[in-house]
């Protein structure tokens, strides 16, 4: 007969059970978003594309959004949440501007980014962000979170419906895994480049992600962006 | 009214509510006579509160599109009931402040209590009496705002909206859907138009590099089009709907209106069309 495991019961007669719709309160987006820490700047870039299952909604809406002259913030997953995760930070940066006096610094925001997912454990934001921008040494930082606030200081990551396509190709080129080379910090245009690069991979391969790539570039002269094509099928 | 014949010929009872017509949550104590009034539920129905789970009375697409002059928005005047096509007479195009429209599709009776918070807030406005109206980008937030705060209390408005309009002569027009996303392009399609129209409404654009390359003329016949094919191919529209045209002098929504359509192939059909 059939093996049966601890705790299942065989029964020899039909039985109903009773099936539950519920309204799903979130959305997967998708989109991919990567950043890059360099020795004085940092790189912030994130494909434009919003999705809803196989359809399109928008070829144009950013995921990324500066926050202040130091700090880029960029998110993925589910875009209500992410939205409204945005506006929550900026809010409290402006209590904190006008509380202090001065613009909460990138490793501040960082903090309080964790805190805020964690408040929501129990119904999070379905949003996977990245925290990029300048340390108060003028280095450059990036900070990863999972959905619920776990939090770590990395030299680069990606987040999204590709990431695991191009986190391995970072891994290779930016921290020289796997690699015999010398480590070494990338120059601002190699890490330009790198990040093109990926990103015109994962649109071959991820059907999430395409149509524009805007790239935020932290450096001591402020926030600079780019926006360049993607292949839009 | 009793539709369950098992029912009939039997004495009603007390202790089933169908129909909700007890309120569902009552903190007013009352002498307990039946099963309902124990203690916790008092004159209530009994049944735990719940929520909408399922749009009742619906509307179908919902076209938007930007061009030269402004933006211009196409919706039926269809509401279905299932796949009864109850009422037919209903405008689905609102318009809300000088320079705004609104189009509804999904639940019509939220769509009802939406306009009715949108009018409260033009109100509200009014009374502010400070030289400001509000602005599409504006009702946009607001509206977004209310949507992402229902559906945070799995409660949501079943509806995806459209909003079109032109302020200080920028064009706008997105959408926001029952969860609370937003999003804004070009060209806009909700429910059965996002996989007809979107791809005609996008082709266009691209054809004639960009939207300040359509006419209103050009705008109205791709709305038309579309309208066409969403009748030859959604069962749940109607051939009769109305056009709404935003430009920096105002909005117009124009009378119902409908598109030739050709059936008489039909007559040479045999079975299913092979």
């Known amino acids: ?233 | 009214m009793d539709h369950f014949p098992t029912n009939w010929g039997n004495p009603r009872s007390e202790d089933v509510d169908n129909y909700n017509t007890y309120p569902v949550a009552s903190h007013i104590a009352k002498v307990p006579h039946s099963v309902t009034q124990i203690a916790g539920y008092g004159h209530t129905s009994g049944h735990p509160t719940s929520h909408t789970q399922q749009p009742v009375v619906t509307g179908t697409s919902v076209l938007g599109i930007k061009y030269k002059g402004g933006v211009m928005m196409s919706a039926d005047n269809l509401a279905s009931y299932g796949s009864l096509a109850r009422f037919r007479d209903v405008e689905r195009l609102h318009q809300v402040a000088d320079f705004t429209v609104i189009g509804a599709s999904g639940d019509i009776s939220d769509f009802q209590y939406v306009k009715h918070l949108l009018d409260s807030q033009m109100i509200k406005e009014y009374n502010a009496d400070d030289g400001h109206t509000l602005a599409t980008p504006n009702i946009y937030e607001y509206l977004w705002r209310v949507m992402y705060n229902r559906r945070s209390k799995m409660n949501p408005l079943w509806n995806t909206f459209v909003l079109g309009g032109v302020h200080k002569g920028e064009k706008f027009l997105g959408a926001i859907d029952l969860k609370g996303t937003p999003y804004q392009s070009p060209s806009i399609a909700t429910g059965f138009g996002s996989h007809l129209a979107q791809p005609i409404l996008r082709k266009e654009i691209e054809m004639r590099g960009g939207e300040e390359n359509i006419s209103e003329e050009d705008a109205v016949q791709i709305l038309k089009k579309c309208m066409k094919v969403l009748f030859y191919r959604d069962a749940r529209s109607m051939n009769k709907f109305q056009l709404a045209k935003i430009t920096d002098e105002g909005v117009t929504i124009s009378e119902p209106m409908s598109v030739e359509t050709e059936w008489a192939f039909a007559e040479k059909i045999r079975g299913y069309g092979a």
């Open chain 1, 1 to 233: 007969m059939f093996s049966t495991y601890p705790g299942q019961v065989v029964v020899d007669h039909p039985i109903s059970v009773p099936i539950e719709h519920r309204f799903d309160p979130y959305v997967d987006n998708g989109g991919t978003l990567l950043s890059i820490a360099g020795e004085d700047f940092c790189v912030v870039a994130a494909d434009t594309r919003q999705s809803e299952g196989y359809s399109i909604n928008s070829r144009y809406v950013p995921k990324s959004v500066k926050l202040s002259d130091k700090t880029v913030i960029s998110m993925g997953g589910c875009y209500a949440d992410c939205l409204t995760l945005t506006k929550r930070i900026q809010q409290s940066m402006e209590w904190y501007q006008h509380a202090h006096g001065k613009t909460m610094s990138t490793a501040a925001v960082a903090q309080m980014l964790s805190i805020m997912l964690y408040q929501k454990r129990f119904f999070p934001f379905y949003s996977w962000c990245i925290l990029g921008g300048l340390d108060e040494e003028g280095k450059g930082a990036v900070y990863t979170y999972d959905p619920v606030g776990s939090y770590e200081r990395e030299t680069c990551r990606c987040a999204g419906s590709a990431s695991a396509l191009i986190q391995p190709f970072l891994d290779n080129q930016i921290n020289f895994k796997n690699q015999e080379t010398q480590k070494h910090t990338q120059s601002l245009e190699k890490v330009l480049r790198i990040t093109k690069d990926s990103f015109t991979s994962a649109t071959e391969r991820d059907i999430y992600t395409g149509d524009y790539l805007e790239i935020f570039v932290i450096t001591s002269k402020g926030v600079e962006v780019q926006k360049m094509d993607l292949k839009k099928d």
